[in-house]
């Protein structure tokens, strides 16, 4: 009995298309009736049939041009007009449209709900934040059932991505300690050429334990918060110190704002410029406001990254065996990083061979508005 009883979405449907099927045929009939004389002549007929075609005649008040013979004799009928019949058929139809309209908002409204949480819930596991969770005792019964099963799921993702980080942050502090103090012992003797190999693959494990901890690290109380900057000066700045150094970088544009949390993008251009450089032999870089986006456009002269693998590149320790691998300081961590930190600020990173041979990267943020002081 209690299954019988609930309120379930099949129940609200049905219930709603018999209501509007009610409601339409006898907002049409009386309609139709209210407009025929004859009716107004004595009592209400039954309903006709649907749509309503004919009255029976009430016997008081025969209209003279509304008889027609047949094969029984005179038939006391009358066919409705075209009007008449135009409006029947429009009081149904909006009617019915209306009640579809408004139903499918109705019915399409818990969908609506978690279509937003699911967007959410990405977006606080990316910033180590709580998960957002549905209110499960709101809704019929098949609602009730998906908020408790999104909420359950909610929680077990939570519990994996900080159990992840923390035990990723455990392993790494546990392996810093004795490799400091194996990198305090070979500093000694740095003059033996393998101590200073071993020195060196200590810093590069120090190093890649830096890059996995970024992986896990999200946004949490701490993240930088965003401000109104002026990319294009802050790209500059960057090209300005690599040029000093004698590497092959130029930097071209205008002025462009945009809301971004400087370290973090002077750290992906950084990184994006230097692939251009150890990969692609110089880097060209150009920051340009287009519409309401502000791209940041780093090319090269290099081979450039094979279609197929332009996607895979952007994942966490995937390498490009070829040409970026370890043994030229390839970890298969920094785009994924570089990705990672400009979409934690709204920004999108996409990469594409040109044409003319080489490798684009392309940023793109959302420009800021500028407003004018006071004078």
Do not use: C
Request: charged residues 20%; without cysteine.
């Amino acid at each position: 009995m209690k299954a019988l009883l609930a309120d379930t979405l099949f129940k609200r449907l049905f219930a709603l298309m018999w209501l509007a099927l009610v409601i339409s045929n006898a907002v049409a009939f009386f309609a139709i009736a209210l407009n025929v004389p004859m009716i107004a002549a004595g009592p209400l007929p039954i309903f006709p049939s649907l749509p309503p075609v004919s009255f029976a005649h009430h016997p008081g008040a025969p209209p003279a041009g509304a008889l027609r013979d047949g094969p029984g004799g005179p038939s006391h009928e009358f066919g409705l007009s075209t009007t008449m019949t135009l409006l029947d058929y429009g009081i149904r139809l909006s009617i019915i449209g209306l009640a579809a309209w408004l139903g499918a908002r109705w019915l399409s409204a818990p969908m609506r709900r978690l279509q937003s949480a699911s967007r959410a819930l990405g977006q606080s596991l990316a910033r180590s934040e709580v998960p957002p969770a549905l209110d499960e005792r709101a809704g019929t019964v098949e609602v009730r059932e998906t908020a408790h099963v999104f909420n359950e799921m909610s929680r077990q993702l939570g519990e994996q991505v900080n159990s992840r980080a923390l035990l990723v942050a455990a392993i790494s502090h546990d392996l810093r300690t004795p490799l400091t103090r194996i990198r305090m012992r070979l500093e000694g003797s740095e003059d033996d050429p393998l101590t200073a190999r071993s020195i060196a693959d200590i810093h590069e494990m120090d190093d890649l334990i830096e890059s996995a901890l970024e992986v896990f690290r999200g946004s949490g109380a701490h993240e930088e918060a965003s401000e109104v900057t002026d990319v294009h000066a802050l790209v500059q700045a960057l090209v300005d110190d690599l040029a000093d150094l004698g590497q092959p970088v130029s930097v071209r544009g205008t002025p462009a704002q945009a809301r971004v949390q400087t370290a973090a993008l002077r750290r992906v251009v950084s990184n994006l410029v230097n692939n251009a450089l150890r990969y692609g032999k110089r880097a060209d870089v150009g920051v340009h406001a287009e519409g309401d986006e502000v791209r940041i456009v780093i090319e090269d002269e290099g081979p450039g990254i094979a279609p197929a693998q332009l996607e895979a590149v952007l994942q966490p320790f995937y390498r490009l065996e070829a040409s970026r691998n370890r043994l030229t300081g390839g970890s298969g961590l920094g785009l994924y990083i570089a990705r990672d930190l400009l979409a934690r600020q709204g920004g999108t990173l996409t990469l594409e061979n040109r044409t003319e041979g080489g490798l684009r990267a392309t940023i793109v943020f959302r420009r800021a508005e500028v407003i004018p002081r006071a004078g």
